[in-house]
C-alpha cells in the first residue's frame, strides 16, 4: 500500500537543487511500498531537461540522482523510522502516476541500499 509523505521537509512540488544546475521538483515520496529487496522508499522528481530535447542527458542526470539519494534523500528517512532496505531515486521529464507505463515519457531510475550513511548504488 501506498504511504502518503510522513515527512512535511519532502514537500510535493519544492524545487531542489541538483549538482548539474538542471530544475528538479519533487513529485512525491512514496514511503512502505515494498520492493524487490523490502521496504523501499522512492523519492519521484521531475526534470524537465531530460526529455527529448533537453540539455541534461543521461551521465548528468546519473550524477545529479547519485547526489539525490545522498543530500536530499538520506536526511529525510533517517528520521522515518525503521531503516528502508532499498532508496529508488527517479527523475521523469513530466508528471507521472506511479506505476504506470508511459513509453512516451523519458524515464531514469536508480536503485540504492544504505550502508554506514552512504548511498550504494544497486543495479536493477
Do not use: K
Not at 538542471?22 to 512502505?32: A, R, Y
Not at 529487496?37 to 519521484?44: K, P, Y
Not at 528517512?77 to 507521472?96: C, R, T, Y
Amino acid at each position: 500500500m501506498t504511504q502518503p509523505d510522513p515527512d512535511p521537509s519532502a514537500a510535493a512540488g519544492e524545487s531542489v537543487a541538483a549538482p548539474s544546475g538542471q530544475p528538479l521538483t519533487l513529485q512525491e515520496v512514496i514511503w512502505n511500498e515494498p520492493g524487490p529487496a523490502g521496504l523501499t522508499v522512492r523519492f519521484r522528481f521531475v526534470a524537465p531537461e531530460i526529455g527529448a530535447g533537453g540539455s541534461i542527458g543521461f551521465e548528468t542526470a546519473s550524477a545529479d540522482i547519485q547526489a539525490l539519494c545522498e543530500s536530499y534523500a538520506l536526511p529525510r528517512i533517517a528520521e522515518q523510522g525503521p531503516m528502508p532496505a532499498q532508496v529508488v531515486i527517479s527523475m521523469a521529464d513530466v508528471p507521472l502516476p506511479f506505476g504506470e507505463p508511459a513509453p512516451e515519457a523519458t524515464q531514469y531510475f536508480e536503485a540504492f541500499t544504505i550502508r554506514d550513511g552512504i548511498c550504494i548504488w544497486e543495479p536493477f
